[in-house]
């Protein structure tokens, strides 16, 4: 059995998933999974994963889904491991990112990990004051551009908030979200399938597990630092060795 991840746009009314599901159900495939991405307007973007007995049938399945009324899919892709949960994908992703011993490794843990979970091509840990890049995983773009972005994202929101919008689904296949305390921001990107609403929210929850044990870090390193610490130079400190702490 092939396992594929089904991405499609849905009317947001009762039976139309059921509809979608006898469909693969003709194709001979079984649903094992359903995540709702985003509802608005109507319209709501699901996520399903199917198991296929034969990867021929991909194309049949995409014109049996598309047979219902109103429905369209955006992406079919196949998955790696045999079972895929978004949910136990994002706890341990988590637990990673709050086991992490050093600043170092919790924001690549985040890029690495974080841009895994969410299907990113690449992410990338941006100093919104130094405008650089502290880490990154994957075609990352340049630091001008990450500013650029995380500065032209900021003013965009602002003017959404003071304005409102009518356009309750995003189109933008680049994600961000800023870490406060530390004075960065995590942005994510893959090429022509958009972030969804519940995709954002993870973006935005893994930055503040993320800021939350940067600053436990930072505390741990200023204690460690202050003269009458009790850790010196050549001493090792979860993982670490004198002063590599950053």
């Given amino acids: 059995m092939e396992t594929y991840v089904v991405r499609l746009w849905l009317p947001d009314r009762p039976g139309a998933l059921g509809a ?3 469909r693969i159900g003709a194709v001979r495939g079984d649903v094992i999974g359903i995540d709702i991405l985003e509802t608005g307007g109507g319209q709501a973007v699901d996520e399903l994963v199917v198991r296929l007995p034969q990867d021929q049938l991909v194309g049949l399945l995409v014109s049996e ?54 299907g990113a091509e690449w992410a990338a840990v941006i100093d919104l004051d130094a405008g650089a890049i502290r880490a990154g995983d994957g075609p990352v773009p340049s630091d001008a551009w990450l500013a650029a972005f995380v500065s032209g994202s900021q003013a965009a929101a602002n003017e959404t908030e003071l304005i409102g919008s009518d ?13 406060p305390a530390a004075g960065l921001a995590v942005v994510v990107g893959r090429s022509g399938t958009p972030f969804r609403a ?9 930055a503040r597990i993320v800021d939350t044990r940067f600053r436990e870090l930072a505390r741990l390193r200023s204690r460690l630092i202050h003269p009458s610490s009790s850790v010196g130079p050549g001493e090792i400190w979860p993982g670490e060795t004198w002063p590599r702490w950053t």
């Fill in 20 to 22: 979608v599901a006898s």
């Fill in 198 to 206: 519940r995709e954002r929210r993870q973006v935005s929850a893994m």
């Fill in 65 to 118: 889904i598309e047979q219902v009324d109103g429905v369209q899919v955006e992406f079919v892709r196949p998955v790696a491991e045999a079972v895929h949960d978004p949910r136990l994908d994002g706890l341990e992703t988590a637990a990673v990112l709050a086991g992490a011993d050093t600043t170092e490794d919790l924001l690549q843990a985040l890029c690495s990990h974080g841009g895994r979970v969410l």
């Fill in 167 to 179: 356009d309750p689904i995003s189109s933008s296949d680049t994600a961000w979200a800023p870490l």
